[in-house]
């Protein structure tokens, strides 16, 4: 039995395109019993990642749990990381493009491009102010979920058509690299 009963919003849900609130209750019963939820969704349907406006929560939170699957093969092991209240500091005038999907896109990836290093700042479950700075993949993931808080998706940053793949497609074109 799951404690939750998310639906995850899909594209031309008007909830994806509004601008996020602060959590302004971060220690709250609330904010705790959210979070737990929605670590334990992100888990069971491997998720590289979840923001909270994704199940209808407009507030300015997501998880990153980056860890090798199938539908990721290279993702890096991480430390599943609550991120609250984030901003983006710094970023690195280098950008990258690679692939990205999403679970409010179902089906599709895309080439997107994104700073190669950012230096961010947000505060964790436990209220602590945390000041770090990503790179790669990881750096990438946090791009992902922070433009969620703002109403972003991935596809508005594609900057070609060429670069949209259906996932069989591109599960076939990764296994033949
Ligand atoms: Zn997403």
Known sequence: MNDYDFQVLQLGDPNLRIISLPVTDISSERTHSFITAL??????????????PQVGTAERLFIMSSKPNARYPYAPEMEPTVVINPEILWQ????????????????IRALVPRH???????????????????????????????????????????????????????VKMISQL
């Open 39 to 52: 670590f334990r969704f992100v888990t069971d349907v491997h998720g590289m990642g979840i923001a909270a």
């Open 92 to 107: 690195s005038s280098d950008i990258e493009k690679d692939w990205e999907g999403c679970l409010s896109i179902p089906g």
């Open 116 to 170: 190669n290093i950012i230096k961010v700042a947000y505060t964790s479950l436990s209220g602590h102010q945390i000041t770090t700075e990503y790179s790669g993949f990881i750096s990438r993931l946090f791009q992902h979920e922070f433009d969620h808080l703002d109403g972003v998706v991935f596809l508005d940053r594609v900057e070609s058509a060429d670069d949209i793949m259906m996932e069989n497609q591109w």
